[in-house]
């Protein structure tokens, strides 16, 4: 049995690929496009699964996607009849959106109805094909992508996003291969697109502005009267529902501004580019995000109550809002908690294929993801080949890379890092990262500014031994695609103020023996040498980019960056800084 999954015509396209119950291949199609956030169809990544899987799309059984157009189009009317005054401002935008700034895919639902005919056009053998073509909805397709490759049986799930249809929450039960749902909340009270429109009013980008912000808010106070004027707008309902006054929000018929005039008026004028903010939209970021956090237990009470499970499940791009998942572990609500590495759209291609595997087909679970490396693989070959092809000075380093790598480190050099299989998700999981110590007080700023061209209050992540976190942070529970922060321990802060950030906390990432053991070989080089298993890591990309799919991506990176060295491999290449050192 062959299922692909695929998503497109949003933002973080991508494609997944299920043969016999086991997840062997998935994508996100800006890194193979290399154009950041890329809502296109993944052809891309298509091809890159039966590339993986040496097969033809003749070979495909089912194919699956992510979204049900048939409950937008039934919805229109409704949005039209609650919200028709605001109409023509939609249609007037509408026009002009870039896939990736689509509202609601109202300018996409034709190319969906096309999709199963454009496969069969676009790839060989299409014309042999006999897969069968399902649209899933697409908050079911966030609920199964966490909880169909947990490592649970019985678990309450939570999926918050900015829409999917009609729906921005879900709340549900899953049990073996069923996911049951209990609560919906729906257009337009978003928790998602509400945490964007503050991003926007403070000056941040469509898309990337909620993971800013979340940085931003460390830096304001979430007590004072600003969060109590932002709480007045918001009504947490019974059932663990929530709504909010709408008349101070724009982004349900605007992608220009996501707040009104109502709101500008009682916050400050909307910001037309980032930086220089004031006491009061720092404390707006910092109220933002503690509402976020309160909805999060407020919603994961009820799902308790009803579920009476332990374990809780994470999906959507709120849930890539590290602060919040690791409020909601201090809350003790729940004993255990999966969070899917790629838990906004880009993960809906996988949760498409599981959903329709195990729910519709009633097929047993026995896959369980245990690791996020899931992508595009190179050869020693490959490396080589495009060394050659570069100017850098190279050498084959052998078993011997992760003792110098660690030496490099800690004489501060900050290194591209490259090893592997690519990552699935936003995140860097120490395959396609960069590199540093953690210990001097001004790598995080050296890297901000000429490394990553990015803003300076921004903070980086750690990545420690499993076993080692409970030293260091105010957690031990693991977490290997960094999406809790916890608190770094008060003697070691000053110790490792590159990772600390401005509010004594860090993302964090753990690894263990079994998931990626070439980092694991470097963390234990490094604590050899400097007594610590904890390493500053980031995303191997530079501002405006994805992060790197493959070696010649790598090399460009590298080649347009500060970085002093570059590991691919086995091989430590260099641009001008001696090889040996």
Not at 70 to 90: D, S, W
Not at 216 to 238: P, Q, W
Not at 359 to 366: D, E, P, T, V
Not at 570 to 576: G, R
Request: hydrophobic share 40%.
């Amino acid at each position: 049995m062959i299922i692909l999954g695929i998503n497109a015509f949003g933002h973080d396209s991508s494609a997944s690929l299920i043969i016999n119950d086991e997840l062997v291949f998935a994508a996100e199609e800006e890194r193979l496009s290399r154009k950041k956030h890329d809502g296109r169809f993944p052809y891309l990544s298509i091809k890159a699964c039966l590339d993986y899987a040496k097969i033809t799309i003749a070979d495909v059984d089912h194919v699956t996607f992510f979204w049900k157009p048939g409950i937008t189009l039934a919805h229109i009317p409704v949005y039209f009849l609650k919200f028709f005054n605001k109409v023509p401002k939609l249609l007037k935008e509408q026009r002009n959106f870039s896939v990736e700034e689509n509202l609601g895919m109202l300018n996409y639902i034709k190319d969906m109805y096309r999709v199963p005919k454009n496969i069969k056009r676009h790839f060989a053998d299409g014309n042999k094909t006999k897969f069968k073509f399902h649209y899933i909805e697409h908050h079911l397709c966030h609920a199964a992508s966490t909880f169909f490759v947990s490592p649970f049986k019985d678990a309450a799930i939570l999926t918050i996003d900015g829409a999917g249809e009609w729906t921005t929450t879900m709340m549900a039960h899953g049990n073996e291969n069923k996911i049951k749902k209990i609560a919906n909340i729906n257009t337009p009270y978003s928790l998602g697109a509400f945490y964007q429109a503050i991003s926007m009013h403070l000056g941040f980008k469509l898309i990337e502005g909620p993971g800013k912000l979340m940085a931003l808010a460390s830096f304001g106070n979430a007590d004072g009267e600003v969060y109590k004027k932002l709480r007045k707008l918001f009504t947490f309902g019974n059932k663990g529902k929530y709504s909010f006054d709408m008349s101070y929000f724009s982004y349900h018929y605007s992608r220009k501004s996501g707040v009104s005039e109502k709101f500008t008026n009682l916050f400050g004028p909307s910001k037309k580019e980032t930086g220089n903010w004031n006491t009061l939209e720092y404390d707006l970021a910092a109220s933002a995000q503690r509402i976020v956090e309160e909805l999060f237990v407020h919603m994961a009470s009820h799902l308790k109550k009803v579920t009476q499970s332990e374990n809780i499940c994470l999906a959507g791009g709120v849930a890539l809002n590290s602060v919040a998942n690791g409020k909601l572990i201090q809350s003790g609500l729940f004993k255990n908690i999966f969070i899917q590495p790629a838990a906004g759209d880009s993960g809906t291609s996988l949760g498409s294929a599981f959903y329709y595997n195990h729910q519709i087909l009633g097929r047993a679970r026995k896959y369980e993801m245990k690791t996020a490396f899931i992508g595009n693989k190179y050869s020693d070959d490959d490396y080589l080949r495009e060394l050659k092809n570069s100017n850098l000075t190279y050498k084959n380093l052998g078993n011997d890379i992760y003792r110098k790598a660690a030496e490099l480190l800690s004489k501060n050099y900050i290194v591209g890092w490259f090893q592997g299989a690519m990552e699935y998700g936003p995140r860097a999981l120490g395959n396609r990262s960069i590199l540093a110590s953690p210990f001097p007080a001004h790598m995080k700023d050296i890297i901000n500014a000429r490394i990553k061209f990015r803003e300076s209050f921004r903070p980086f992540a750690a990545i420690v031994n499993e076993e080692d976190c409970g030293n260091y942070f105010s957690f031990s529970l693991p977490n290997p695609y960094m999406l809790l922060v916890y608190g770094v321990k008060a003697e070691y802060q000053k110790l490792m103020p590159a990772i600390t950030h401005v509010d004594g906390t860090v993302r964090i990432q753990t690894v263990n023996a079994d998931e990626n053991p070439n980092m694991r070989n470097l963390l234990n080089e490094f604590k050899k040498i400097t007594g610590h298993s904890v390493i500053l890591n980031t995303s191997f990309n530079i501002k405006s980019e994805p992060i790197v799919c493959s070696p010649a991506d790598a090399i460009r990176s590298y080649a347009n960056s500060d970085l002093d060295y570059l590991i691919i491999g086995n091989y430590l290449a260099t641009k001008k800084l001696p090889i040996d050192v």
